[in-house]
């Protein structure tokens, strides 16, 4: 059974980077792809980025010039940064497992509140 | 990308069926026939509930099927039960590589 799991600051600066990190169990980060998801609390969901094992990746054309992945095979972890954050980052963030066009394993998600 | 537009709320009875829809455009829904759904309760991840328009996951209830038609597409819930009580979202693929998402549905089971 795979397992997720985010960590990451919970409480970053307005202009500061965004850094989080998602742990893998139950199935090797080289097999499959990846993504990220933010959900602003009491909102709707908003995808970020895919991380594929190709080592390509997707991303969200309006996030973008802020955001850098990357992936630690060693670790089983991945990556997600968010420069020059503002409250409208504010939300919470999750590592999710892409198969089949669809988000089939997620984190439990974590929150990351912009605020000085 | 704009997102994909579902009704604010729907609601049913036990052992009724409802349909949720989810309308996009020629850049989305009516470009792929790559579109999810997912269920998601109250403080919890979302679900995978069916991905490329009316495929279920295994482990997903046959309750539960989705289609296609143009630039909407619509998940259906048959036999309604207390515990589909939750917030449904579908999401595309789209033409620039991307996934966007609806704003979500409430299921109210009455």
């Known amino acids: 059974q795979v397992q997720l799991q985010e960590s990451g600051p919970g409480l970053v600066k307005p202009s500061e980077t965004l850094s989080l990190t998602c742990s893998v169990s139950g199935g090797s980060i080289n097999s499959h792809d990846w993504g990220w998801i933010r959900q602003p609390p009491g909102k709707g969901l908003e995808w970020i980025v895919n991380v594929f094992k190709s080592g390509n990746t997707d991303y969200n054309l309006s996030l973008q010039s802020r955001l850098t992945t990357s992936i630690d095979t060693s670790r089983n972890q991945f990556f997600l940064q968010l420069r020059s954050v503002t409250a409208a980052d504010t939300a919470i963030y999750y590592c999710?497992?892409?198969?089949?066009?669809?988000?089939?394993?997620w984190g439990q998600g974590t929150l990351v509140t912009v605020s000085s | 990308q704009s997102a994909l537009t579902q009704p604010a709320s729907v609601s049913g009875s036990p052992g009724q069926s409802i349909i949720i829809s989810c309308t996009g455009s020629t850049t989305d829904v009516g470009a792929y026939n790559y579109v999810s759904w997912y269920q998601q309760h109250p403080g919890k991840a979302p679900k995978l509930m069916i991905y490329d328009v009316n495929k279920r996951p295994s482990g997903v209830s046959n309750r539960f099927s989705g289609s296609k038609s143009g630039n909407t597409a619509s998940l259906t819930i048959s036999g309604l039960q207390a515990e589909d009580d939750a917030d449904y979202y579908c999401?595309?693929?789209?033409?620039?590589?991307?996934?966007?998402f609806g704003g979500g549905t409430k299921l109210t089971v009455l």
């Open positions: 999710a497992r892409y198969e089949e066009r669809g988000f089939d394993y």
């Open positions: 999401s595309s693929y789209t033409n620039s590589l991307s996934w966007v």
